[in-house]
C-alpha cells in the first residue's frame, strides 16, 4: 500500500531562525483537514523550517478511537511503506484529534528525543506534547501550554505587501472600496441554512449596492446552493468571484480589502481577517460555537471586528497576528528540550 503522505517539502524564510532550530528534521502531521495544516505550515513557515508533511489516514475502527486509541499499525512509526516511515523527526508539529495517538507514538519511539508540539487542545491532557498552544477562548492551561488571541496562519505582512506591490489583475480593476468576502460552510457545529443563505445574499447585495467591490471566494465546505447563489451575485456587478479556477487569490484579495466579510463558522479565516489592520465585518450564524463567540467578542472589544449588517462599517486598530509569538515561543521550548536531551546522554 503506498504511504499516505504528501510528497512535499515547505521552506520559507520569512523568520531567521535559531541555528539548532533551522537544522532539525520536522515532520506536520495531521489528518488533511485544510485548517490545522494551515495552522502547523504558518508556523513553519515563520520559523524558515523545512518541513515534511504527513497525512494520516482515518481508517476505522482507528479514528474512532481517537484521540485516546492506537495508532494504525500499517502506519506506525518507521514502518516501511507507512505515513511514518523513514528517520523519525527531532521536531514534529501536528494538529487534530486523529493525529494525536501518531504524535504519541512518536514520542514513544524516539524515547522522548523528538519534541513534540501540538496545535489546539488534544483532548488528553496538556502532558500530551512538549509544547501546546490553544486560543485563549479555550480552557486548556499548563506549564507547557500558550495561548493567544488568535491563532497561527500563513497570512505574512510580506505576502500582504508583496500582493499589494504587484496587484492580482482580476482585483486591481474593481472600483474601491473593494470588500473581501469570505464564506466558510457547514460544520459540525453549524448548518447554512436557506434562511442564512438569503440574508447573506441580501446583506452582500445591500453593501454592493452602495458601491462597495465584492472579492468573493468559498470553501470547500460551502454548500452548492450557496456557492452558486454567490456566483451568480458576482455576475451582475462590480465583483470577482473565484471558482477555484486559476491562483487562489486569497492572500491578494485580504491585501486589496478596505474591509473583510467573514462568515462565524470559521475562526482560522476570522484570525487571518484581523491580520491585516481593516475592518472585519462578521456574519455571524444562529448555531456559531459557543467558543468561537467569545474569540469574537475580544476582537469586537479590540475594535477589530463588527457585526456585519450590509453596510461598510470602518474600524481602525493595529494589526493583530499572534503567529510570531507563537513561533518565537515553540523554538524557545525546543531549545531548552534539545539542551536537556544534550545534558542526558
Known amino acids: 500500500m503506498a504511504a499516505p503522505r504528501v510528497a512535499r517539502r515547505v521552506k520559507a524564510g520569512s523568520a531567521a531562525p535559531p541555528p539548532d532550530i533551522a537544522r532539525a528534521r520536522s515532520w506536520v502531521i495531521t489528518d488533511g483537514k485544510a485548517g ?21 489516514p482515518g481508517r476505522a475502527p482507528f479514528s474512532w478511537l481517537a484521540p485516546w486509541g492506537p495508532v494504525d499499525p500499517r502506519h506506525a512509526p518507521g514502518r516501511s511503506g507507512g505515513a511514518l516511515a523513514g528517520p523519525l523527526p527531532d521536531l514534529l508539529l501536528a494538529s487534530g484529534r486523529q493525529a494525536v495517538p501518531y504524535l504519541r507514538a512518536i514520542r514513544r519511539a524516539s524515547a522522548g528525543r523528538t519534541f513534540t508540539a501540538f496545535l489546539k487542545d488534544p ?5 500530551s506534547a512538549d509544547f501546546i498552544w490553544v486560543p485563549d477562548y479555550d480552557d ?4 507547557n501550554v500558550l495561548t493567544t488571541p488568535t491563532p497561527p496562519h500563513r497570512v505574512t505582512p510580506a505576502r500582504l505587501a508583496a500582493a499589494r506591490a504587484a496587484p492580482d489583475p482580476r482585483l ?13 460552510g457547514d460544520s459540525r457545529h453549524l448548518r447554512f441554512s436557506a434562511a442564512d443563505t438569503a440574508r447573506l445574499l441580501a446583506e452582500l447585495s445591500a453593501m454592493s449596492e452602495a458601491g462597495a467591490s465584492l472579492m468573493l ?11 452558486a447563489a454567490l456566483a451568480v451575485l ?24 478596505e474591509a473583510v466579510v467573514v462568515t462565524s463558522d470559521s475562526a482560522n479565516m476570522v484570525g487571518e481577517a484581523v491580520s491585516t489592520g481593516v475592518a472585519v465585518l462578521l456574519f455571524e450564524l444562529p448555531g456559531t460555537y459557543v467558543r468561537h463567540r467569545r474569540f469574537f467578542a475580544g476582537l469586537q472589544a479590540a475594535g477589530a471586528l463588527a457585526p456585519f449588517t450590509g453596510q ?29 536531551i544534550a545534558l542526558s546522554r
Open 140 to 143: 486548556l492551561r499548563g506549564p
Open 312 to 340: 461598510l462599517d470602518m474600524l481602525h486598530y493595529a494589526p493583530i497576528d499572534a503567529t510570531p509569538e507563537i513561533a518565537r515561543r515553540l523554538a524557545d521550548a525546543y531549545m531548552r528540550h534539545q539542551a536537556r
Open 123 to 127: 483532548r488528553t491532557g496538556p502532558e
Open 217 to 227: 471566494t468559498v470553501s470547500r465546505r460551502t454548500p452548492p446552493a450557496l456557492r
Open 172 to 184: 486591481a480593476a474593481l472600483p474601491r472600496p473593494r470588500v473581501a468576502v469570505l464564506v466558510g
Open 234 to 257: 458576482a455576475n451582475d456587478r462590480p465583483a470577482f468571484f473565484w471558482d477555484g479556477r486559476g491562483e487562489n487569490p486569497y492572500v491578494p484579495m485580504l491585501a486589496l480589502a
Open 36 to 56: 490545522d495544516e494551515t495552522q502547523c505550515l504558518g508556523l513553519v513557515e515563520t520559523l524558515g523550517l523545512r518541513a515534511d508533511v504527513r497525512r494520516i
